[in-house]
């Protein structure tokens, strides 16, 4: 199936917070979220430096007037416009999350955020009952997740071909940090500054992507409890860590591993997902996206291929091209943002039946991810000993 079709009969209007010129991730939202045309680009609020944010947005098009020095201005002013806009899209350093999300949320927008969603899982807390009081979505931008043999993943799972799941692998250990590229790098710095991303630095910005592709496989499963030793292989970074091992319990006697890491000298990006079933096993990695293997014991290893007639109709779904041809990335986020306009129109109608099933990286996924990092530090500096999830 070739998803060519328009998600819904309107483009919501949409501005963003952050994602300037030099940004790489606002290059990637933006491309993402215009490609279906369920979104058009009014207004932002896009650099720290108002009048470079302004040029940046006047060259792709924003009106000169609604590129704003600040994402308070600019709330406050679309909300006095008849066309202003219902969604923004915050792309800026982790620290300024929370603040921005809350002020989106009471300023009536839907939101979609940059991982993590916050600091504190009492942050995140506050921003799912905000959510729920005001009726609008935030939607995390895990966008490895929008690939569609994840959710073939997901089905193959769900129908028991795996049988009873005992282990579950993860990883993201690339080896680009292996040493203080940070100090030439201004992109770079701010991500293992306390001061900007909080109490961890590739627990949070890497680990929390494969344990949310591993939680859309296999949603059934919770962490009860986990251990995590993290360490700070290039000392300056300390107290944040570059390195980090994690156990994991799960609520049906199944075991996880997670290695998160920046210091994996010669890896590319190495995200993987292996799930591991008394029948079977799946694995899923990031730098072959249309490939999953399925190893039967005893039997030859499948390679299932995106985009084939085999699949499960919700692996299929999401498809922008026939099998064969590569989708990476941004067909990935695409996907999300497609998601994203889907449950940001149908919350916006009340129609409650359609969300009841309809599976996207909320609110709540971010939350998730928040407490199982806090958690993961409680860990590593008690001791790398087990705490209860």
């Known amino acids: 199936m070739i998803n060519g079709m328009k998600a819904l009969n309107r483009s919501l209007r949409w501005g963003m917070v952050g994602g300037g010129g030099t940004s790489q991730i606002g290059y990637i939202h933006r491309s993402a979220a215009l490609r279906d045309s369920n979104f058009t680009l009014l207004a932002g609020a896009f650099d720290i430096d108002a009048e470079r944010g302004r040029a940046f947005g006047q060259s792709i098009g924003v009106a000169a007037d609604r590129c704003y020095s600040d994402y308070e201005t600019m709330f406050a ?32 927008l839907h939101v979609v955020c940059e991982k993590p969603l916050c600091f504190t899982a009492a942050e995140a807390d506050e921003l799912e009952q905000l959510c729920a009081e005001k009726n609008k979505v935030i939607g995390v931008t895990y966008g490895y997740a929008g690939h569609q043999l994840i959710h073939q993943a997901r089905e193959m799972i769900a129908a028991g071909q795996l049988g009873d799941i005992r282990i579950i692998n993860m990883q993201f250990a690339h080896g680009f940090h292996h040493e203080a590229v940070e100090l030439e790098n201004a992109s770079t710095r701010w991500r293992v500054d306390p001061r900007f991303v909080g109490p961890s630095y590739v627990l949070g910005d890497l680990a929390t992507h494969p344990l949310f592709i591993a939680e859309t496989m296999v949603p059934d499963l919770q962490v009860t409890r986990l251990l995590c030793s993290r360490q700070s292989f290039v000392q300056s970074r300390a107290p944040l860590e570059d390195n980090a091992f994690v156990l994991m319990e799960y ?54 291929e995106r985009g084939m007639g085999y699949l499960a109709a919700s692996a299929l779904a999401d498809d922008r091209i026939g099998g064969g041809h590569p989708e990476g990335l941004f067909e990935a986020w695409s996907n999300l943002y497609r998601r994203f306009a889907q449950a940001m129109d149908a919350t916006d109608r009340d129609d409650s039946a359609f969300l009841q099933d309809f599976w996207y990286p909320g609110v709540h996924a971010g939350l998730t991810g928040v407490r199982w990092v806090e958690k993961c530090v409680a860990s590593a500096d008690a001791g790398a000993v087990w705490v209860d999830c």
């Open 77 to 108: 002013a679309e909300a006095q416009r008849e066309d202003g806009i219902e969604v923004v899209s915050i792309a800026t350093p982790n620290n300024t999350h929370f603040p921005i999300c809350r002020a989106a949320l009471n300023a009536g």
């Open 251 to 304: 609520n049906n006697g199944a075991v996880g591993t997670m290695w998160a890491s920046a210091v994996n000298c010669g890896s590319m990006h190495g995200q993987k997902v292996r799930v591991i079933g008394s029948k079977a096993s799946l694995e899923w990695w990031d730098e072959q996206p249309n490939q999953l293997r399925y190893e039967v014991q005893g039997e030859p290893v499948r390679i299932l």
